[in-house]
């Protein structure tokens, strides 16, 4: 009897192993072919057996990717052969993890699919820096969006926002901050950018709107997390 292949589309968290869902660590014991992300951290790459099929999909802004439509035939073609396949998404997949167009390649060819939800670093990256997004005083409410493209964004809506979670958005720092501030938000509003957080190697940058494109001048913000909004200068009393 043929054994019935199945994807699972897995978050990998903000990248140490010790921020992955205990049935995410399992899955990529157990994997067989491993189809990830560039952003993925390569600790995790370790997790999986040693004849593992491991393939890099790139998906990194900027950077040559494998093509989406060749990635859903990926998925089907191994998921087909009777494999169990994981893809490996950074932070969830479902938060800016494009993946409606392999569920639905997978549904399309019959495919048995599951998808595994991950920590996002639009929660841990603020967290694990010492701020809290919510605040009984400064925050009643925070955004998540995508930066990559802030022309697209309604920024008159966004300023209004107590608190704003930018991901993908460190290319384009000086058109948010320019957005913002064109919007109403004072220039002295907090700002924080951390980069490779969960992991040994992360670095976070603290400012204003008015001097954070000076402070973070010649460096490769990409990919980090933008922190706006008062709750930034809570970090000196919890952060550690």
């Avoid at 140490?16 to 995410?24: C, E, G, N, S, W």
């Avoid at 991950?118 to 400064?138: K, M, Q, R, Y």
């Avoid at 957080?197 to 402070?215: A, D, F, H, K, M």
């Amino acid at each position: 009897m043929t054994k019935e292949g199945k994807v699972y589309l897995v978050g990998a968290g903000p990248g140490d192993v010790a921020y992955l869902t205990v049935k995410a660590y399992n899955l990529l014991g157990a994997a067989e072919v491993l189809v990830y992300d560039a952003l993925v951290d390569v600790e995790l790459l370790q997790l999986v057996p040693d004849d593992c099929l491991q393939l890099n999909v790139g998906k990194r802004g900027g950077k040559p990717s494998t093509p989406q439509a060749e990635i859903n035939k990926l998925l089907v073609n191994h998921c087909q052969q009777g494999k169990q396949v994981i893809r490996l998404k950074s932070g969830d997949p479902f938060i800016f993890g494009r993946c409606t167009p392999e569920i639905e390649a997978l549904k399309a060819s019959g495919c048995q699919f599951e998808v595994v939800p991950g920590i996002t670093s639009a929660l841990a990256a603020p967290l694990l820096a010492g701020i809290p997004l919510t605040d009984v005083v400064l925050s009643r409410c925070f955004a998540v969006l995508t930066g990559h493209d802030p022309e697209a964004l309604d920024w008159e809506a966004l300023s209004r926002i107590d608190t704003l979670v930018i991901l993908m958005g460190g290319q384009h720092l000086i058109e948010i901050v320019h957005h913002l501030h064109q919007r109403g938000r004072s220039l002295l509003t907090p700002i924080a950018i951390v980069q490779r957080s969960g992991t040994p190697r992360q670095q976070i940058w603290v400012g204003e709107l008015g001097n954070i494109v000076e402070i973070t001048a010649g460096v490769s913000l990409s990919p980090a997390v933008i922190i706006i909004g008062e709750v930034v200068g809570l970090r000196k009393y919890l952060g550690t």
